[in-house]
């Protein structure tokens, strides 16, 4: 176990941390599988802003990677763009 106050402090937050990055993770991927599921057109576009917006965010505070974050937008601007 932590013998000091600050490791005591550090172990705290990063199970704060790591439940919130997995709930904001979760979250992306089942709003990229909703996009995918999408077959109408307008219906789409107007998610893909939403959900490409959400990746930008979450690469932002490093929850992913900002090269997933770019290869999902491009994956899924392709997708958008065939509908």
Same mark, same amino acid.
């Given at each position: 176990m932590a013998n000091h106050k600050s490791?005591?402090?550090?172990?705290?937050?990063?199970? @704060?941390?790591?439940l919130r990055n997995r709930y904001y993770a979760k979250t992306a991927r089942n709003a990229v599988r909703k996009l995918r599921a999408t077959t109408v057109k307008e219906e789409a576009a107007a998610?893909?802003?939403? @959900?490409s917006s959400m990746l930008d965010k979450l690469a932002k505070k490093n929850v992913i990677h900002k090269n997933k974050a770019a290869n999902l937008k491009s994956k899924l601007a392709l997708h958008v763009n065939k509908l």
């Open positions: 490791s005591e402090k550090r172990i705290r937050q990063t199970q @704060v941390r790591n998610l893909y802003v939403k @959900v």
